[in-house]
């Protein structure tokens, strides 16, 4: 299998149809959700202008996933999503939802490693799979941005704190703003 560090190469032609570059083929929207899902990074270029579509390849995943009702998303974190977009708060608004992704992500991690330890839930097949799903899950909406789920050495332990600490302010200030 192909090396999984770096991100599968998807090109986008002209007539829309979209070519995954490792196994030769056409793939659609369903097929790299489910490479993602699998812990897979996916770069989605333009052929012709070489233009990076991740981003609009993603969110159209999700709307479809969401339109098909497997809402992740309740309506009033879409409604704040599309206030951002117009609001002076839009330059916190990322750092916040990938502090607060992060966030999550940790706690899942460590309630999956001590289910791992107490449950025999943990030796079932299929259980590592579900792991490396959620990981990735957090990892795609979150862009990438949070780095990876390894080890945290004592140095990212208080970057984590002070994140914590950020985040707390941040959501301080939104709560005011918000009144």
Do not use: C, W
Not at 52 to 78: C, F, K, M, N, W
């Amino acid at each position: 299998m192909a090396e999984t560090t770096k991100p599968l190469l998807i090109k986008r032609y002209a007539s829309r149809r979209l070519y995954n570059t490792e196994t030769s083929d056409y793939v659609t929207l369903e097929d790299i959700a489910g490479f993602i899902r699998a812990g897979r990074e996916v770069q989605i270029v333009d052929l012709k202008s070489g233009d990076d579509l991740t981003r609009q390849y993603l969110l159209q995943i999700i709307a479809e996933h969401e339109s098909r009702g497997e809402s992740v998303l309740p309506v009033d974190v879409l409604t704040d999503l599309v206030r951002s977009y117009t609001s002076q708060a839009s330059s916190v608004v990322p750092q916040f939802l990938a502090a607060s992704f992060e966030m999550l992500r940790d706690g899942q991690s460590k309630l999956m490693e001590n289910m791992t330890k107490v449950s025999p839930m943990g030796q079932m097949p299929g259980f590592e799979a579900m792991r490396a799903q959620q990981q990735a899950f957090f990892k795609a909406m979150t862009g990438g941005m949070m780095g990876s789920t390894g080890p945290k050495s004592e140095k990212e332990d208080d970057n984590l704190d002070d994140i914590k600490k950020q985040l707390a302010e941040l959501q301080s200030k939104l709560s005011k703003m918000g009144k």
